[in-house]
């Protein structure tokens, strides 16, 4: 037992050596977030690669009412290619706390909810910036499947000025428009 013990310990010492260092990320949320303006489609540009989304192009996240008053999310994309496999999945969002609606939690998996914080978000609500309180995750979000270049370079800069490594960005393959 005295060993079992021993071991266990050890490979929590090993693991929490293995974690990223904590790197400091500004996780401001924009200051004025309408849930109704927020609503529809949104074509995903750029993401910080991860298990859920690995290999899909053409994703997009479409955000509506439920009957509950929670939202519903719809995420859709392809496998590896635009005309491949379809892939979808439907979660939900709530947001938790009315006074800072633009921190929202989003779950796909029964009680499990992650964050999804509004770092950025244009006025008229055509582009979005996600985040969340971990430096792992991060999306560029726009309302058309192509987002102008020059628009592109000043979001990553936002993102660059707000301490995220640019080198895990991933752009996203979108239908042409």
Request: with cysteine; proline share 2%.
């Amino acid at each position: 037992m005295k060993r079992l013990i021993i071991c266990i310990i050890t490979m929590i010492m090993i693991l929490n050596s293995c974690k990223s260092q904590d790197v400091k990320i500004d996780k401001t949320v924009v200051k004025n977030f309408n849930i109704e303006k927020y609503l529809g489609t949104w074509y995903e540009i750029s993401r910080f690669d991860h298990s859920f989304e690995r290999d899909l192009v053409g994703v997009t996240a479409t955000y509506s009412f439920r009957e509950d008053g929670k939202i519903k999310v719809v995420n859709k994309g392809f496998k590896k290619t635009l005309g491949g496999e379809k892939s979808e999945v439907e979660g939900k969002a709530k947001i938790p706390n009315p006074e800072v609606p633009s921190k929202l939690k989003v779950s796909f998996f029964w009680f499990f909810y992650g964050d999804y914080f509004v770092l950025e978000l244009d006025e008229n609500y055509q582009w979005v910036v996600v985040g969340s309180k971990s430096d792992k995750y991060l999306w560029i979000l726009s309302r058309s499947p192509q987002m102008d270049e020059i628009l592109y370079n000043n979001l990553l800069k936002k993102i660059k000025k707000r301490g995220y490594n640019l080198n895990d960005l991933i752009r996203i393959e979108q239908k042409k428009i």
